[in-house]
């Protein structure tokens, strides 16, 4: 069973639409975090959450928005899709135990702004 | 701020051949170093990480010694097999926000 689930796992949208990706968890941490994927760049921060009143902005977070609504989901919205928000996105999760630095990653979601 | 710089690919080796991908970090701090694997239509699953320098991380028959002295924490495997051909990221977290700084990724491919 998955620890980290992402819905929906591939989406097709249109530019100016708005899309919700979400992220849930059963693992009971408390950190979780939104990257986005491209091809040649790696993985790259969109927002991370320390806890459900704790929301921070990542490196790219530009066009993008979240949501903590409790402490097992994480949601991330685009408020205007545009094009160049195409790629894989992938939801993750840490906890904040000394020494528990790994992250657990879910397993993506295929996003198409066209 | 943060870097992780990895070699281009894509690799190609045949099978039982040794593996090397380097690696190397620019970071404040005492970073933690973490090698992930990407398998084709999936997420990212951690490889092998190190917490302290010299500390050599494993798995799998996988191997990476984080250098504090170099800044780098290469991949190694002695005999690599089909199975392994994947896309490897190596990526650093920072003590603060434990979020993650990727290199860019290694495409993998092992020939028969």
């Known amino acids: 069973d998955a620890d980290v689930t992402q819905t929906p796992r591939n989406r097709i949208t249109k530019t100016g639409k708005r899309i919700m990706l979400e992220c849930s968890q059963t693992?009971?941490?408390?950190?979780m975090y939104w990257y986005r994927q491209d091809p040649g760049l790696g993985l790259r921060l969109i927002y991370y959450?320390?806890?459900?009143?704790?929301?921070n902005k990542g490196e790219i977070s530009d066009g993008y928005s979240v949501s903590r609504q409790a402490q097992a989901k994480f949601s991330l919205s685009l408020e205007s899709a545009i094009p160049n928000q195409t790629a894989l996105y992938f939801c993750?999760?840490?906890?904040?135990?000394?020494?528990?630095?790994?992250?657990?990653f879910g397993p993506g979601t295929r996003l198409t702004v066209l | 701020g943060n870097s992780v710089t990895q070699m281009e690919g894509p690799v190609t080796l045949s099978e039982e051949a040794f593996l090397t991908i380097n690696c190397t970090y620019t970071a404040t701090g005492y970073p933690s170093l973490f090698w992930y694997v990407q398998y084709p239509g999936e997420g990212l699953q951690l490889l092998l990480k190190?917490?302290?320098?010299?500390d050599k991380g494993s798995n799998k028959g996988f191997e990476a010694t984080y250098r504090k002295e170099t800044t780098s924490f290469h991949l190694e495997k002695g005999s690599v097999q089909v199975s392994d051909s994947a896309v490897y990221f190596c990526a650093l977290s920072d003590t603060g926000r434990r979020a993650l700084t990727f290199g860019s990724g290694t495409r993998l491919q092992v020939q028969p």
């Open positions: 190190a917490t302290k320098a010299d």
């Open positions: 693992k009971g941490h408390d950190r």
């Open positions: 959450s320390f806890d459900v009143k704790d929301i």
């Open positions: 993750a999760t840490s906890d904040s135990g000394q020494g528990k630095n790994e992250q657990f």
